[in-house]
């Protein structure tokens, strides 16, 4: 039985302009079938481009199953919507909370308005606001994804525990 496993080639370099909700939509399940190491994510809410679909958990869950030491990171402005209505990401972070963490940004970052999605290093989707449905796609683009990695960063070590997968009480 080989254990052995493929280096598969990056996708073919190029960077897309998107203007609907369901490019978005699209773009992320696009992504998140490219990953191989880290998916890292900046939202308001994660309420408007299907984070809380069967087909989007089956992905994310396939992801982080599928090696040792892959991760998602995401941070939200606000986890209310997470905590009422998204019960498949919480079911992923109850069953990968070792690969999986969800923060709530703090006070420096919270005003941050442009929601990012940024993979491996080498990928991104950049939401220019999140209110309007603008986005750019790019896919093997490490030059142009390092800066938006550095500004997800910057909101990232502001972030303060958001929802964890455990249930406390008594």
């Known amino acids: ?48 481009t299907g984070w809380n679909t069967a087909a989007r ?33 919480m079911s992923l972070l109850r069953n990968y909370g070792h690969a999986m963490t969800i923060y709530r940004t703090g006070a420096e970052a919270r005003i941050a308005t442009d929601p990012l999605m940024i993979v491996d290093g080498m990928h991104y989707l950049h939401r220019f606001h999140f209110e309007q449905p603008r986005a750019a796609l790019g896919v093997s683009q490490p030059q142009q994804t390092q800066p938006l990695a550095s500004r997800f960063e910057e909101i990232w070590v502001t972030g303060e525990p958001g929802v964890t997968g455990t249930v406390l009480g008594l």
């Open 1 to 48: 039985m080989a254990t052995w496993t493929t280096i598969e080639p990056p996708p073919p370099s190029r960077v897309v302009e998107l203007d609907t909700i369901a490019a978005q939509a699209a773009a992320i399940d696009e992504l998140i079938a490219i990953a191989r190491h880290h998916i890292r994510v900046f939202d308001q809410d994660l309420s408007q």
């Open 57 to 89: 958990a089956d992905r994310l869950a396939a992801f982080l199953r599928e090696f040792r030491g892959r991760s998602l990171d995401i941070i939200v402005h606000d986890t209310r919507y997470l905590e009422a209505a998204c019960p498949r990401m």
